[in-house]
């Protein structure tokens, strides 16, 4: 059964300028936009939680350094031995690590 519109010229016109079914340019616009407001949320996010920790910091960072300071005064004598356990970890890393022919 036959509509009766093959044998007009305007459906014939119609058919030749009707937009596709999917339009790929108007998908990725949208799909951009959409990006970019995630985006913009994520770093307002960001933004604000970096924000809260610099204020936190800022106010406890005078008392922190009044016990660090405290702290930091046993371990003045374990510096050269740290540094020594340092460099014999990393030479024993680096002759045990595989060797490729």
């Not at 300028?17 to 799909?31: Q, S, Y």
């Not at 951009?32 to 610099?54: F, K, P, Q």
């Not at 406890?60 to 374990?78: C, E, I, N, Q, R």
Request: glycine share 10%; hydrophobic share 60%.
């Amino acid at each position: 059964m036959t509509d009766g519109f093959e044998d007009d010229p305007l459906a014939a016109l119609w058919s030749e300028t009707e937009a596709p079914a999917r339009d790929a340019h108007f998908e990725l616009a949208v799909e951009e936009r959409i990006a970019r407001r995630l985006l913009l949320v994520d770093g307002a996010g960001l933004l604000v939680a970096a924000g809260a920790g610099a204020t936190a910091l800022w106010g406890f960072w005078p008392t922190a350094v009044k016990v660090l300071d405290g702290l930091a005064g046993g371990f003045g004598a374990a510096g050269p031995v740290l540094a020594a356990a340092a460099a014999v970890s990393a030479a024993a890393w680096w002759l045990a690590r595989p060797r490729i022919a």
